[in-house]
């Protein structure tokens, strides 16, 4: 029996009801079942939630979770396989079926949800900020205006910065060309995660740089699944709750170099009070 099988055991009803639906409307969960393996969407290149090792195999905070997940539910943490997504294809391989879930840095909005679920979140980002030359022009989010600014493709940013500041946002399919761009001078900053960018400055080649501005708030980043999908939210939104609460995602994070969040630490209590029912 696995730990989440023994779980529902003492589960509250309405929780096991939610998991427990009839094979016609388990979705997901049948077709995870039936393949005999789960299908995630990750990043490969958001070091250190998710990205390539030095051996070329999936790394990092979110796939961790991923295999977390797979664990729980078929009783083989190996039983996954990773896609390489971007912002800008994501949800798109979500709905086409190429994957069950999406486990890359999803922050949901009113837009995004009305095209797909979202479970609770598993980890609170830091918010956008700006990674921009310490001798450079940009020292602030209101410095931007008519300047040329390094986004991804789909990202949340893009619009704020546009609407709300005034810059000029050049998208990339991914971080690792935005960073080039930014070292070549093609840009006069680079709009991403804190936690990505806090990351990026240690660094000593990206001693020239500096994290300018204040972090823009944002929802906590959560797992993107197909809508409607009761049954599997539920399993979703349980097992996440399982790993605040046993301290995985505080593990997971000091294990891939991340500064702990006061946000994880509290949820292990939070979670564990959620799961017997408080």
């Not at 696995?2 to 009803?13: S, V």
């Amino acid at each position: 029996m696995t730990r989440f099988q023994n779980l529902l055991r003492w589960a509250p009803l309405g929780l096991v009801s939610a998991i427990a639906c009839s094979s016609a409307t388990a979705g997901a969960l049948d077709d995870i079942h039936a393949r005999g393996r789960l299908i995630v969407g990750v990043k490969t290149d958001y070091r250190p939630l998710g990205f390539l090792d030095e051996n070329g195999r999936n790394a990092g905070v979110e796939v961790e979770l991923a295999r977390f997940i797979a664990g729980n539910v078929l009783g083989d943490s190996s039983k996954v396989e990773f896609v390489p997504v971007v912002f800008k294809n994501r949800v798109d391989y979500l709905l086409s079926g190429k994957i069950d879930l999406i486990l890359a840095t999803m922050v949901t909005t009113p837009e995004r949800l009305k095209i797909v679920d979202a479970s609770i979140p598993y980890l609170r980002p830091g918010g956008g900020t700006l990674l921009a030359p310490k001798a450079g022009p940009v020292t602030s989010w209101e410095t931007t205006r008519g300047h040329n600014i390094c986004g991804i493709e789909a990202s949340y940013f893009n619009p704020t910065l546009i609407s709300r500041f005034g810059a000029k946002v050049t998208e990339y399919p991914d971080a690792d060309q935005a960073y080039q761009a930014l070292a070549d001078g093609k840009c006069t900053g680079f709009a991403f995660d804190e936690i990505l960018l806090r990351m990026k400055i240690r660094d000593p080649q990206w001693s020239a740089f500096a994290i300018v501005g204040e972090p823009l708030q944002m929802n906590g980043f959560q797992i993107g699944l197909r809508k409607g999908d009761e049954a599997f939210r539920a399993t979703l939104d349980t097992l996440i709750l399982e790993a605040q609460a046993e301290g995985k995602m505080v593990q997971w994070e000091a294990k891939y170099g991340m500064d702990i969040d006061p946000w994880s630490l509290e949820q292990v209590q939070v979670a564990t009070k959620k799961l017997a029912g408080d």
